[in-house]
């Protein structure tokens, strides 16, 4: 390690950064599990003084003076690690369980520690008064330890996994359109508080939930494009339908949509195809075996772009989705 410096020549370093005029500053920990609240004192300390030599206790010392068990990374590793921090120009290791041989050695103009003590009441640091030299102490701004992490650590390591759910248990998935056919149509719907279910809207959607299927809206939204109203406003929209929707059970697994106006000519409005390409990627179906089911030619004109059966409410009504649901039954009993 090219800023290491044995213990044996501190007092050779410490004559030579002095003679090259720089103010040494001087400080020592475990670091154990190297944290915010290690990092940010350390940068603190650099900013002190023009060099900045850290002694990292000895796996001997810690055991010493915190517990038999720790630490938890060896000494070399952990004087590798704080090295190589940008605010660290040299390291050394601490053999004892007090840090003032060491700092008789180097002479440091700056005693540095962190925590919420005075400086006064550090053991070592009458010691500096012999070369003019002084200790100060910084507040850290992290509220963090080594032993709080080990402590999270353990409680992490008690808790058992979550059994994972299989990538994709559903059969197919059915991609809807929303304005016209989950929810009445209302030119430019943002207000959640005008959100209504189309008749049979719900209990068709469970219907198709039941077989097996995912489902997914997918839904031109160019009132966002214009101007007229804002993404929050349209998802506040979707919050107010999912809500409306859950009542019956029915779990809608994600949202697809273009925010472009006609004018942007882009390939995710409908009749485009791209956000049913999307979907379909996504979830991992295959066209065949996906349904679409819109109010317009703009989402028959998509499914068709791309393969995909389609279905049309043609009246925003029970009988219309009934006739849909009925639709979609048959064709997945033939899988």
């Not at 501190?10 to 990092?39: M, N, P, S």
């Not at 010493?64 to 040299?90: F, I, W």
């Not at 997918?218 to 349209?234: M, R």
């Not at 009246?315 to 033939?334: L, N």
Request: net charge neutral; proline share 5%; hydrophobic share 45%.
């Amino acid at each position: 390690m090219a800023n290491y410096v044995d213990p044996g020549e501190l007092a050779a370093w410490g004559d030579k950064q002095r003679a090259a005029g720089l103010r040494i500053g001087f400080t020592c920990g475990a670091f154990d599990l190297l944290h915010a609240g290690h990092v940010d004192y350390l940068e603190q300390a650099r900013a002190l003084c023009d060099t900045l030599i850290v002694a990292v206790n000895s796996d001997a010392s810690i055991r010493q003076y915190k517990s038999p068990l720790r630490p938890v990374n060896p000494q070399e590793q952990r004087l590798r690690v704080v090295g190589a921090l940008r605010s660290v120009d040299a390291v050394t290791l601490l053999d004892h369980p007090r840090p003032l041989p060491l700092i008789e050695q180097i002479k440091p103009q700056l005693y540095i520690k962190g925590g919420d003590y005075a400086a006064s009441n550090l053991r070592s640091a009458k010691a500096l008064a012999a070369w003019g030299g002084q200790a100060v102490v910084i507040k850290v701004q992290f509220d963090s330890s080594t032993t709080r992490t080990i402590e999270r650590a353990a409680l992490l390591a008690a808790h058992a996994e979550p059994e994972k759910l299989p990538a994709s248990a559903a059969r197919g998935i059915a991609l809807i359109d929303r304005d016209g056919t989950i929810v009445r149509s209302v030119p430019f719907l943002h207000e959640a508080s005008r959100v209504e279910l189309v008749p049979g809207a719900a209990a068709a959607l469970a219907r198709l939930q039941s077989l097996g299927l995912r489902l997914a809206i997918v839904t031109n939204q160019q009132g966002i494009g214009l101007g007229y109203f804002s993404t929050d406003d349209f998802i506040a929209v979707n919050q107010a339908t999912l809500k409306l929707l859950a009542a019956s059970g029915v779990r809608i697994s994600k949202i697809y949509y273009c925010p472009h106006s006609l004018a942007d000519q882009c390939a995710c409005r409908k009749p485009g195809a791209r956000m049913l390409e999307r979907a379909l990627a996504e979830f991992g179906f295959p066209p065949g075996r996906a349904f679409v089911v819109g109010d317009s030619a703009a989402d028959s004109g998509a499914a068709q772009a791309l393969g995909v059966a389609s279905l049309q409410i043609d009246e925003p009504d029970a009988a219309s989705w009934d006739a849909a649901a009925a639709a979609i039954e048959a064709a997945v009993a033939q899988w």
